[in-house]
């Protein structure tokens, strides 16, 4: 049997780095896949069966989608799995599943035009709700807090002319937070790792200038990551959570995420967590 994983990956960036070295570090056998290279066909699935497993760190969500399903097909396990990777990136689907398993999350809402956007915001307790795209965005973009119905017509009137792909609206309660948010680490039930992210900003992504301390893991993150994961499915997740005068809420869950700087935060070996969640992968 094979015993080589390949890293797939559309640009290698320090996170990609810091998992190859960690792997040569560990005696893994690893190896760079760029998938832009890389003919995905019927003629040559024989060229991957050295691999025992498929690491998922590609950037581009479209590409990294179909290879994918290449992989899965040929019976070769990826890391996260297309089903995880497909939920974690179409944001209503994963608030209807969090929602659906107990897990405490804001307030949601999925609509077509404006008339149905403005029953829905009462349905959300009034402005000023948030409305992001349904998929395809990372970093926080184009996200917009909506104040007033004049400015959710006007943010609807854009979105519709930017074509078929933003023509379905996802609304969320918008949760005032205390100038931050937490990001969790989870793998296999359990939160690893956990940061603040501090910022002025209502948007409080670390590539939009948002600062970063070490977050306690307390038993109620603790507790919550163990929901979270059961109901997303067994992979490597992180997930941002909302202080709310109700308690922790989930915000998003994200299947392939960034770490450099949670390593220099908190200390944790996240590049050892991934290789390790692999390893137990392939025994599987």
């Not at 992989?71 to 974690?88: D, Q």
Request: hydrophobic share 40%.
């Amino acid at each position: 049997m094979p015993n080589l994983i390949a890293l797939l990956h559309t640009g290698i960036r320090e996170e990609e780095r810091m998992i190859l070295e960690k792997a040569k570090e560990l005696g893994v056998a690893m190896e760079p896949l760029d998938a832009r290279g890389v003919v995905f066909g019927s003629q040559n699935r024989d060229s991957f069966t050295k691999y025992s497993l498929v690491l998922q760190r590609c950037v581009a969500a479209n590409k990294a989608e179909n290879v994918l399903w290449y992989f899965e097909e040929m019976g070769i396990p990826v890391v996260n799995s297309l089903a995880i990777s497909e939920l974690c990136k179409n944001k209503f689907a994963t608030s209807l599943r969090l929602f659906e398993k107990g897990v405490p999350t804001p307030r949601f809402a999925l609509v077509f035009n404006e008339a149905s956007a403005l029953n829905a915001v009462k349905d959300l307790g009034g402005f000023p709700v948030v409305i992001k795209p349904i998929k395809g965005t990372s970093w926080g973009r184009l996200m917009g807090k909506v104040n007033d119905a004049d400015g959710l017509e006007m943010i609807l009137e854009h979105k519709e002319a930017m074509g078929v792909n933003h023509q379905s609206f996802y609304l969320q309660e918008y949760i005032n937070k205390p100038g931050r948010d937490i990001r969790i680490y989870v793998a296999q039930g359990e939160v690893y790792a956990a940061i603040y992210r501090f910022a002025p900003h209502w948007i409080t992504n670390t590539a939009r200038g948002a600062t970063v301390e070490v977050c306690p893991i307390t038993p109620e993150i603790q507790e919550l990551g163990k929901k979270i994961q059961s109901a997303m499915g067994n992979g490597l997740l992180a997930v941002d959570l909302f202080e709310s005068e109700q308690g922790l809420l989930v915000n998003e869950v994200n299947d392939n995420m960034e770490f450099k700087n949670v390593v220099k935060i908190t200390g944790q070996d996240v590049p050892k967590k991934i290789i390790e969640y692999c390893l137990s992968v392939m025994k599987s």
